[in-house]
């Protein structure tokens, strides 16, 4: 009996992220439905769907032609945790149902292992996969985690004047040059590629179009910040700030990485260079700088929070690729379907919903961190 009851914690927290405002992702790419189930939102906190289906709408495919061509609405429904508009303090189960699926792409990956795909290691550790889009691995189902996110980011707007916003900082060798002080959503969602810098948005895009013309993908950099955080998120052991952000971001298919503030580069500063020297900001204590990324000791400063994640490029690609089959014999492949040149556009809204879900998780604990 002890042995199923944690096997069953176990699966259950696999799933889910957050102490307090819990959030658990179910379904499958090629599944009758995807969602996920918020538990621990307060009550009487008035949810407007507009703004859940906007962000879902800005993670949906085929919203551009740098995207898969897979068609889904997104448009969700809330079965529970609601009335009259407003959260009762019950979970909120939200629901996206899959209609655009095409399975019969994948039948001839039935037996063959993608190269940079969870195939193999899932078999490894299930011994048993739904090879149809990649299953419970595939991207499809942070579309749940947007829409809670965005539940998220509505708790989080109601207790603070908080703001969340992530962009597309590099594609492939392009780099962006963007002043975070002035970047708004708005210029965000100007260029189908989410660069608010317009002349290395131009360049990214036509960058991407010439990989997905030769069949090809490529990766780069998001970054993400959050204005007007409060101070004193985080735990000064093992629930730092920046340890709870980085385990959301590395949980998000396709990330390889992820730095803080001014990140690697502080290994090439002195500690008289990097060290963010406080000063008096009106009401309040701030710093001069903000290398840190507004945090230190693992809790939030005040400052702008910041982060940079990087993305690998999109594993299927139309290239012919050597791998092997389930029974190990040598073999080639070649992935058709409909896939994403580069998953860095559509990856925006996934990165400042995660980030909502730390966030609200923190904001709650903190409330109980003293009286």
Known sequence: ?????????????????????????????????????????????????????????????????????????????????????????????????????????????????????????????????????????????TAGWVAAGNIAEQFLQHQTNIEILAWVDSIYTIQSNVDDNTVTRDIIDKSPVRCPDPNAAALMLTAIEEAKEQGDSLGGTITCIVRNCPEGLGEPVFGKLQAEIGHAMLNINAVKGIEFGTGFNATQKKGSENNDSFIAKG???????????????????????????????????????????????????????RHDPCVLPRAVPIIESMTAIVLADLLLENQLAKV
């Open 283 to 337: 009401d309040r204590i701030g710093t001069h700088s903000n290398n840190a990324g507004g945090m230190l000791g693992g809790i939030s400063n005040g400052e702008t929070i910041s982060f940079r994640i990087a993305f690998k490029p999109t594993s299927s690609i139309k290239i012919t690729q050597d791998t092997v089959d389930v029974t190990g014999q040598s073999t080639t492949i070649k992935i058709d379907g």
């Open 1 to 141: 009996m002890l042995s199923e009851t944690v096997t069953l914690f176990f699966h259950m927290a696999r799933n889910s992220i957050g102490r307090l405002f819990t959030v658990t992702s179910f379904g499958e790419s090629h599944g009758e439905a995807i969602g996920a189930i918020i538990d621990g939102c307060p009550a009487g906190l008035e949810i407007s769907n507009e703004a859940i289906q906007n962000q879902l709408n800005r993670r949906r495919p085929a919203q551009s032609k740098i995207t898969t061509p897979r068609i889904e609405s997104d448009e969700f429904q809330i079965l529970s945790g609601l009335y009259e508009g407003k959260t009762t303090g019950s979970p909120i189960c939200i629901i996206i149902p899959n209609s655009g699926q095409k399975s019969s792409d994948y039948d001839t990956l039935k037996d063959v292992y993608r190269p940079g795909h969870a195939d193999f290691t899932y078999i490894q550790k299930y011994e048993h996969r739904d090879h149809r889009g990649g299953g419970r691995s595939s991207a499809r189902v």
